[in-house]
């Protein structure tokens, strides 16, 4: 085991990306836990950095709303005639939380064939097929998720905007830094958002990508909510100076297949369509709109993840079927891999989900630090760079005494718990792994042939 384990070679960033080929390898013989392999403490990954600032790190500190935005929003909600506020934001929140996909007409015509046979095994003379009709069509409302599309008049637009402004401009602007923090140099300048809402996403933009970005076009259905947005831009009036510049306002998607945009975003806005043929129609509507990256952020629930691996599959299918723009999509974050969600097929599924720390609106009832918990897919044109595959962590860090463990989606397609100790992992991934966080990337490369340790040593402590 010593020998095979000491042929193992660990390439990182820095040396994939000068294209050496070539890594050091590893001085120490140890016992392997499945999938992870060990740090050289001679490699230069970290540079000067200390282990805190390891290349994985993609968590950002308490986000927090830029000050113009978050005044405007509650001077709008100070002036509104809405009452009970935190009731109907409270209301609002469990709603979307609670939210299940909306039954297909298949699984609904599936579901009435099976009660009327469970319904016609108790022999009845005196049933009519009008009676039968009305005994299947109760039972299938007694039996059947009621998803109900949401109208955002003037009323629900400031109550979304005060459930949802500051933890939906945490998510995003957790899903930018993910691109920024692998590619600093990719400058966008255009960038549209698909089901726009209070703006959050214009915001988040502006703050990560400001500099270069000169046209925004947020794209809603609801007049209300396209109002709101522009409201909150001026500061709370309909009058003042825009905060951002640059920024249109649209009730419809771009006609022409030939407008692409540097990034494309659809920030809770999939969980509002009433259909899966429509929610296939815009995901490759705005696969088509999308000349480098496209972002598509839901809750962290089941059903948001299970939207997003939908969209994903199906963009990674039709690489070849773009005739406007021949290059194929690949998954850029958070998935290590393109093979299927291991998460989804799991005897037990679970949400692959992320969370990010927010400073709320301080309104008197949401002054304490939150937590924004929501899935995401990032997909780009172009081809992957295997630097940027190294294993993810899908749940919070277990910090034990002398040792970490750490839940990890990997390159191979496969879920792994690993427990990282410096003994066996080497001093730099066991200080890596101790720093990080759910969501981070665990520095390592690891063999797909990497064989699994017959046994693994109790944790140390």
């Not at 392997?32 to 282990?51: A, E």
């Not at 981070?440 to 402590?461: K, Y």
């Amino acid at each position: 085991m010593a020998t095979a384990c000491g042929r193992r070679f660990l390439l990182t960033l820095g040396q994939w990306r000068r294209g050496s080929g070539v890594a050091f390898q590893s001085q120490a013989f140890s016992a392997l836990v499945p999938g992870v392999s060990q740090v050289d403490n001679k490699s230069d990954f970290l540079g000067k950095k200390p282990h805190r600032k390891h290349p994985g790190i993609r968590q950002l500190p308490h986000v927090r709303l830029p000050q113009a935005l978050a005044n405007a929003a509650q001077l709008l909600l100070l002036e509104s005639s809405v009452s009970d506020v935190e009731k109907q934001v409270q209301a609002l929140t469990n709603y979307l939380w609670s939210r299940h996909l909306p039954v297909e007409p298949e699984e609904l015509q599936r579901r009435a064939v099976h009660l009327e046979k469970k319904i016609l095994e108790n022999p009845d003379p005196a049933r009519t097929e009008e009676k039968l009709r009305v005994a299947v069509l109760s039972a299938l409302r007694r039996t059947t998720y009621h998803w109900q599309e949401l109208s955002y008049n003037e009323g629900l637009s400031l109550v979304y905007m005060a459930a949802r402004l500051d933890g939906g401009f945490a998510a995003v602007s957790r899903a930018f830094h993910e691109i920024q923090a692998q590619i600093p140099d990719f400058q966008p300048q255009t960038l549209m958002d698909f089901g726009s809402g209070t703006g959050s996403v214009t915001w988040a933009a502006h703050n990560t990508w400001g500099k270069s970005l000169r046209e925004y076009v947020c794209v809603d259905s609801s007049v209300a909510m396209l109002d709101l947005a522009e409201k909150l831009l001026k500061g709370g009036s309909e009058s003042g100076e825009p905060s951002v510049a640059g920024v249109f306002f649209r009730q419809f998607l771009p006609v022409s297949p030939k407008v692409q945009f540097d990034v494309v975003v659809s920030a809770f806005s999939l969980s509002e369509l009433s259909s899966r043929a429509d929610r296939i129609e815009v995901v490759q509507t705005l696969w088509r709109k999308t000349s480098h990256f496209l972002i598509l952020i839901e809750n962290g629930t089941k059903a948001g993840h299970r939207l997003l691996m939908d969209a994903r599959d199906l963009i990674l299918k039709e690489k070849e079927k773009s005739p406007l723009d021949p290059r194929p999509g690949f998954v850029f974050a958070p998935c290590p891999h393109e093979l299927p969600c291991p998460q989804l097929t799991a005897s037990r599924p679970l949400a692959c989900s992320f969370s990010q720390a927010y400073h709320p609106i301080p309104f008197s009832w949401n002054k304490k630090p939150k937590e924004e918990k929501f899935s995401m897919v990032i997909l780009a044109r172009g081809f992957p760079e295997e630097a940027h595959h190294w294993p993810r962590i899908t749940q919070p860090v277990l910090k034990r005494p002398r040792h970490v463990h750490c839940h990890l989606c990997c390159p191979d397609g496969h879920m792994q718990h690993a427990v990282i100790t410096a003994r066996r992992h080497g001093r730099d991934l066991y200080r890596c792994a101790r720093v990080s966080s759910w969501g981070d990337l665990l520095p390592v490369i690891t063999p797909s042939e990497l064989p699994p340790s017959p046994a693994q040593d109790p944790p140390e402590g």
